[in-house]
């Protein structure tokens, strides 16, 4: 496994990483790989709650709760990094009467010839292989070797902001309290569709920690974060784009 980030998957291990939506299709399939649930610390996807971004009014509500009892498994939302870094524990754990998978990291693949199963690195080495598996995502810079033909991703004309906000610090404010005291786990949204503003909160961390995402039409500023993984926002640009949701 060739990795081109220096330390396991750098580009979703920010403290900023958002949780994941893992369901009981993805849980079953881990939880036979030994996958440590506990270690993972994921959150309860209890419920689905939706507001209007500027006045408040709950549009909508799911309840989540017969997930275990249908599928077999919670609907868990798991920080990225303990996604990433779970899967990779099984990955390094494989028993020596496996094949054995050794992990390269810093080693970022330059092109790929699907006849021959030769991968090239950035410093020109090269590897010969009976399968080659890609995965590098929307912005592949191998699929054209595969299809014969060059496959931009489209441009959807938006960009999104991510933070994290800890159970203390909503718990302290009155109005945040006040819209998740006595509320179970899940996934809260803010919504101005009109604007094409979606403002998702995920709690995870067994609750503890509040992923925020609020994608949004690219403004001018931060054109150039299109086609990237990760630029540094704007908090003053945020405030913005949030002028008119109501306070809280």
């Known amino acids: 496994m060739y990795e081109k980030y220096a330390s396991a998957f750098t580009s979703t291990t920010l403290p900023l990483s958002n949780a994941i939506s893992t369901g009981a299709n993805i849980l079953r399939i881990i939880d036979k790989w030994g996958f440590d649930f506990e270690k993972a610390n994921g959150g309860l996807a209890l419920q689905e709650r939706i507001f209007h971004g500027e006045t408040m009014e709950q549009i909508h509500r799911i309840d989540f709760k017969y997930n275990r009892g249908d599928f077999g498994y919670d609907w868990l939302l798991m920080r990225r990094q303990a996604l990433h870094e779970g899967l990779l524990d099984i990955v390094i754990a494989t028993p020596e009467e496996m094949i ?34 890609v995965a590098d995502g929307a912005n592949s810079k191998l699929i054209h070797t595969i299809t014969d033909d060059t496959t931009p991703p489209l441009r959807g004309g938006r960009t999104a902001y991510r933070f994290m906000v800890t159970h203390e610090q909503i718990m302290a404010d009155p109005g945040l309290r006040a819209v998740y005291k006595n509320e179970e786990e899940g996934l809260t949204y803010f919504q101005i569709p009109e604007k094409k503003i979606y403002f998702l909160v995920a709690q995870s961390d067994e609750g503890r920690s509040f992923y925020c995402l609020l994608v949004h039409p690219a403004v001018e500023t931060n054109m150039d974060a299109i086609g990237k993984w990760s630029v540094e926002g704007s908090k003053e640009e945020l405030r913005k784009l949030t002028e008119t949701f109501h306070p809280v």
Do not use: F, M, N, Q
């Open 100 to 133: 054995p998978i050794k992990v390269h990291l810093g080693r970022e693949v330059s092109a790929l010839d699907c006849e021959a199963g030769k991968v090239t690195l950035e410093d020109s080495e090269e590897t010969l292989s009976d399968l080659v598996v």
